[in-house]
């Protein structure tokens, strides 16, 4: 029973409803898609700081390794 308490909770909720957001915004007259991407640059901003903090920092080279880990998570979906 718990369940669907736990989905609405975490961030995948929040980032479909503003995915939903600027859905609605490029198929409808409603114009709430702007505000939808300026919070999709706040999260992503969020967690990429959230993410160097609890990884990066404590490396001996921590901008190399991010730029490395950002590499092999990117790339293959282009090639």
């Known amino acids: 029973m718990a369940a669907p308490l736990t989905i609405v909770q975490g ?5 479909l ?3 939903l957001l600027v859905f ?5 007259r409603v114009s ?3 505000a939808a991407v ?3 640059f706040e999260l ?4 990429i700081c959230t993410m160097w903090n609890e990884r ?3 490396a001996l080279f921590p901008y190399i390794i991010y ?5 092999w998570r990117l790339v293959p979906a282009f090639v």
């Open 38 to 40: 300026y919070v999709f």
């Open 11 to 15: 961030p995948g909720f929040l980032r």
């Open 32 to 34: 709430l898609g702007m």
């Open 17 to 19: 409803t503003l995915a």
């Open 24 to 28: 609605v915004h490029h198929t409808t």
């Open 67 to 71: 730029l490395v880990s950002r590499w």
């Open 56 to 58: 990066y920092v404590k």
């Open 44 to 47: 992503s901003g969020f967690w």
